[in-house]
C-alpha cells in the first residue's frame, strides 16, 4: 500500500500571498489530520477532517483553513501568508470507522513551506 | 489534554538498551500512552501504547507504572536507525473522533557507534 503523499515538498512564497498544499491519504484511510512544525512551537495540531466535515480544530487564526474531498484527499490553504508560517507541514491519515479500536496515525513526508 | 515532562536529550551506545521515561501525572483514566518517533527528515511514525498493562511489539516495549502516571519507553537494541525525536502522548482512543496528537517537546535520542 502507497504511504501518505503530500505534494508539493517544498514552496517558496512571498509575503501576503497564499499557498495551498495536498494530501493524499492512504488508501481506505477516512481521517486526515493536518499539523504544522515549527523550531520554536514544535508539532501543532491544525485540524482533522473525517468524511468530509472538520471534526477537530487547533489554535491557528482564520487564516489557515482546509477541505476534504469524497475520496478523502485533502487541501490545506493559508491566506496572506507571514513569515510566521514558514514551517513544515504535515499531514496523517487514519482507518476510522465501525471496528477500528486504535486510529494510528500515518504521517507523510510533509511539504516545507518557506515564506519571504 | 495531559502534560507529560520528558527528559530533552539522551545518549546510548549503539546496541545497548534504551529507556525512555516520561511523566504523565494528570493523564485520565481514558487516556492510552502512545508513543511516536520522528526520525530526521520525516514525518513521525507510531512506535506503541498502551492503557494500564506493559505492551510488547516488534520495535520496542513500553513499561506503564501501576499508578498511570508515568511510563517507560524500552529500545532493547538500539541502532544507529533509532537516533530519532521521541514523543509521549496520552491520547484518548475511540472508533469515531479525536484523532488529534498533542506533541510535547520529545526527547532526541542520539546513538553513539
Known amino acids: 500500500k502507497a504511504g501518505v503523499t503530500q505534494t508539493p515538498r517544498y514552496l517558496i512564497k512571498t509575503r501576503g500571498q497564499q499557498v495551498t498544499l495536498s494530501c493524499s491519504p492512504i488508501?481506505?484511510?477516512?481521517?486526515v489530520s493536518w499539523y504544522q512544525q515549527t523550531p520554536g512551537q514544535g508539532l501543532q495540531f491544525l485540524f482533522e477532517?473525517?468524511?468530509?466535515?472538520?471534526?477537530n480544530k487547533g489554535n491557528f487564526p482564520g487564516r489557515f483553513s482546509g477541505r476534504q474531498f469524497s475520496n478523502s484527499r485533502s487541501e490545506m490553504n493559508v491566506s496572506t501568508l507571514e513569515l510566521g508560517d514558514s514551517a513544515l507541514y504535515l499531514c496523517?491519515?487514519?482507518?476510522?470507522?465501525?471496528?477500528?479500536?486504535?486510529?494510528?496515525?500515518?504521517f507523510g513526508p510533509g511539504t516545507r513551506l518557506t515564506v519571504l | 489534554d495531559a502534560k507529560t515532562t520528558q527528559p530533552n536529550s539522551m545518549e546510548s551506545n549503539e546496541e545497548e538498551p534504551v529507556h525512555l521515561p516520561c511523566n504523565h501525572s494528570?493523564?485520565?483514566?481514558?487516556?492510552?500512552i502512545h508513543w511516536y518517533r520522528q526520525l530526521p527528515s520525516q514525518g513521525p511514525e507510531y512506535v506503541i501504547h498502551?492503557?494500564?498493562s506493559n505492551v510488547n511489539n516488534r520495535m520496542a516495549s513500553l513499561a506503564i507504572a501501576e499508578d498511570r502516571k508515568s511510563s517507560t519507553l524500552i529500545l532493547h537494541r538500539a541502532t544507529l536507525r533509532d537516533a530519532a525525536v521521541y514523543y509521549c502522548?496520552?491520547?484518548?482512543?475511540?472508533?469515531?473522533?479525536?484523532?488529534?496528537?498533542?506533541f510535547g517537546t520529545g526527547t532526541r535520542l542520539t546513538i553513539i557507534p
Open positions: 502522548i496520552p491520547r484518548k482512543i475511540s472508533n469515531f473522533g479525536n484523532e488529534k496528537l498533542t
Open positions: 498502551g492503557l494500564t
Open positions: 496523517a491519515s487514519s482507518l476510522v470507522g465501525e471496528g477500528t479500536t486504535y486510529n494510528e496515525q500515518f
Open positions: 488508501s481506505g484511510h477516512r481521517s
Open positions: 477532517y473525517f468524511s468530509e466535515t472538520q471534526r
Open positions: 494528570t493523564i485520565s483514566g481514558t487516556d492510552y
